[in-house]
């Protein structure tokens, strides 16, 4: 495994890439971020454009070193993880909304959670990518189970669950003890000298296990795109660094793109049947980034030009 991640980038650049990230985060939450509070549009936008622009500035590193090839890759599995992870915030705007979360406290939800989401995807990542290095076959495993869930998600209808009462809450509830009125300033709280956790930590684990379904989806689908470790690790990272900053910008207008889940489930379908025929065929980089671009450009114009209509209540 070591040797296979350092064929793929020098020791220099993965602790290099580390430490950037570490010293993004740390200024985030223990500086620009210490005080509790809900972000305004502004500042979500001002933090949304410096992780697109610490990508964009990585990207262009990637491409100096290592050349157009990989270069176009990482953008591509960039745009990629960025889209699929914006599905991910129509999730949290319901889930957030059923648990009564203020938007004040969403923010240090969403910081651990998105840690937590590191970690797995690395471990998804790593193991993917050495699942398809011994085993050449699982690569039609993985772009046949793309190909189904882009299907699923373009015919499934939308369902309103509650997720207060869904399986992973029982489950949580079942082996933790939970005070329900503990709220969602912390964690945890003491009652009668005895330690319960709180509806902010349940919420958390939801977030978390949300957060991993989404993950089946979107590694395989980078893993379509390259097989490179470095490459999908840290564009994979990069995406999900900005999806805080970005839930804040459009929390408030997510139902506007309406149209984004049949756009996704058309480029899950697509790199599903990339994977599929690349003994046989070899689509492109370029064009699966064009295809990309072009499918998502088209979902945001035609949800904006042709609004949703909801019926009137009586």
């Known amino acids: 495994m070591l040797?296979?991640?350092?064929?793929?980038a020098p020791w220099?650049?993965?602790?290099?890439?580390?430490l950037l990230i570490f010293i993004m985060l740390a200024m985030d939450l223990g500086v620009f971020n210490r005080k509790i509070h809900a972000p305004s549009a502004k500042?979500?936008?001002?933090?949304?454009?410096?992780?697109?622009?610490?990508?964009?500035?990585?990207?262009?590193?990637?491409?100096?070193?290592?050349g157009f090839q990989r270069g176009a890759?990482?953008?591509?599995?960039y745009i990629l993880e960025k889209s699929?992870?914006?599905d991910n915030l129509f999730v949290f705007v319901m889930l957030f909304g059923a648990f009564q979360v203020e938007m004040r406290n969403q923010h240090r939800i969403l910081y651990w959670g998105i840690l937590?989401?590191?970690?797995?995807?690395?471990?998804?990542?790593l193991a993917g990518t050495a699942l398809l290095n011994r085993f050449e076959w699982m690569m039609y495993v993985f772009g046949a189970f793309l190909v189904y869930t882009g299907i699923h998600m373009f015919v499934a209808e939308d369902k309103q669950s509650d997720p207060t009462n869904n399986r992973l809450v029982r489950f949580f509830k079942r082996i933790l003890p939970f005070d329900t009125s503990g709220g969602h300033e912390?964690?945890?709280?003491?009652r009668d000298g005895k330690l319960f956790f709180t509806p902010m930590l349940l919420v958390l684990l939801v977030v978390e296990g949300t957060d991993l379904v989404f993950a089946v989806d979107s590694i395989p689908a980078v893993l379509a795109v390259t097989r490179d470790p470095f490459i999908v690790y840290t564009s994979n990272i990069?995406?999900?660094?900005?999806?805080?900053?970005?839930?804040?910008?459009?929390?408030?207008?997510?139902?506007?793109?309406?149209?984004?889940?049949t756009g996704l489930a058309v480029i899950l379908t697509f790199v599903g049947v990339k994977m599929c025929i690349a003994n046989w065929y070899h689509i492109p980089i370029l064009f699966s980034l064009l295809f990309i671009a072009a499918v998502l450009a088209g979902c945001i114009v035609t949800s904006l030009a042709w609004p949703e209509e909801h019926p009137e209540e009586p």
């Open 3 to 8: 040797h296979a991640l350092l064929q793929s």
């Open 12 to 18: 220099w650049a993965w602790i290099g890439f580390h």
């Open 43 to 66: 500042e979500a936008a001002a933090w949304s454009a410096v992780w697109i622009g610490l990508a964009l500035l990585f990207n262009g590193v990637v491409w100096y070193a290592m």
């Open 73 to 77: 890759e990482w953008f591509t599995g």
């Open 84 to 86: 699929l992870s914006v």
């Open 116 to 125: 937590g989401a590191l970690i797995m995807r690395a471990v998804m990542i």
């Open 186 to 190: 912390h964690f945890t709280v003491k």
């Open 238 to 261: 990069f995406a999900i660094l900005g999806l805080r900053s970005l839930y804040f910008l459009l929390a408030k207008m997510m139902d506007r793109f309406h149209r984004l889940k």
